[in-house]
């Protein structure tokens, strides 16, 4: 089973909750560059934030809801746009999946929080 990863980035500056839920297909060479963008300029998630990967309890697994730990019981990091923008500057997905992605992360204001959600 490969690692997942699903971004969800901030609605506005203002709040704490994400519309949006932007899958990445698996790429282990952006996704270990991503691991060590989170471990050294990442912030733990302390406040729960509102988004679509809400825990769902028995009859759900994600729904609208507070989200603040992954499917592994870890609390979410986040880090800024202008970060994961700078690092996916130069990524060239072959998935068009990811493309889209890319596409859509790279126009995200600089000052926003992209929540990270592994899974």
């Known amino acids: 089973m490969a690692l997942l990863l699903t971004l969800l980035p901030q609605f506005d500056n203002a709040g704490n909750y994400s519309n949006d839920v932007l899958q990445m297909e698996h790429d282990e060479v952006f996704f270990e560059q991503l691991i060590e963008l989170e471990q050294k300029e990442g912030n ?7 988004s679509f990967m809400g825990n769902g309890g028995a009859t759900m697994k994600y729904m609208h809801g507070e989200t603040l730990k992954s499917d592994y019981g870890d609390n979410l990091k986040y880090v800024s746009a202008i970060k994961l923008k700078l690092l996916m500057s130069n990524y060239q997905p072959f ?5 889209a992605v890319r596409a859509f992360v790279l126009q995200l204001p600089d000052d926003l929080k992209i929540w990270l959600y592994w899974h």
């Open 95 to 99: 998935s068009w999946h990811n493309r």
């Open 44 to 50: 733990e998630v302390t406040i729960p934030f509102q």
